[in-house]
């Protein structure tokens, strides 16, 4: 994972949840996330599939990831090209599946109600600075362990690189 990342936004509002981050009636269907990046948030924005670029951010308001467990929500993001999900606050177990799958999740309530579709954002992750329009807002800088996690692409390469099982 980069250091630092800058990408365009693409904006959603409070409460998004897992069905709306990748539609339920695919959960059993299909597996390979490429083909779930095809279905991201095409409930919340029928665009965005279609035109997203990779290293693209998404901004939310609370709650971001609400509903079931699911870890395809995660998963498409990811396949999507998300460079990282910037939002007031997530759901915990979204939270939880989005580190574990190598996805980069900051809370930052502040940024969000500055922040509009189409602007851009620059990460600096290691500081824990979000820069939009030359304004600086702070956040708690992600704990060494998790950046290890989302440096290594999730959980799993992450335990593999560990045992040296690459």
């Known amino acids: 994972m980069k250091e630092i990342i800058s990408g365009h936004v693409w904006k959603f509002g409070d409460d998004i949840n897992t069905d709306v ?26 665009r965005f599939a279609k035109e997203v670029q990779t290293g693209d951010l998404i901004v939310a308001g609370k709650n971001f990831g609400c509903g079931s467990s699911r870890e395809q929500a995660a998963t498409c993001l990811k396949a999507a090209g998300i460079g990282a999900v910037v939002a007031k606050s997530f759901a915990r177990i979204y939270f939880r599946n989005a580190i574990n799958l190598g996805l980069p999740i900051i809370q930052c309530p502040e940024v969000v109600q500055h922040v509009e579709a189409g602007d851009e954002l620059t990460i600096k992750f290691g500081k824990g600075i979000i820069i939009h329009k030359g304004v600086q807002y702070s956040f708690p800088p992600l704990p060494e362990s998790v950046m290890a996690i989302l440096d290594s692409g999730g959980l799993i390469p992450h335990v593999r690189k560990k045992l040296g099982r690459s």
């Not at 981050?21 to 029928?46: C, L, N, R, V």
């Open 21 to 46: 981050i990748f539609p339920g009636k695919y959960t059993y269907t299909i597996s390979d996330p490429a083909e779930m990046a095809q279905h991201a948030m095409e409930d919340a924005e029928p």
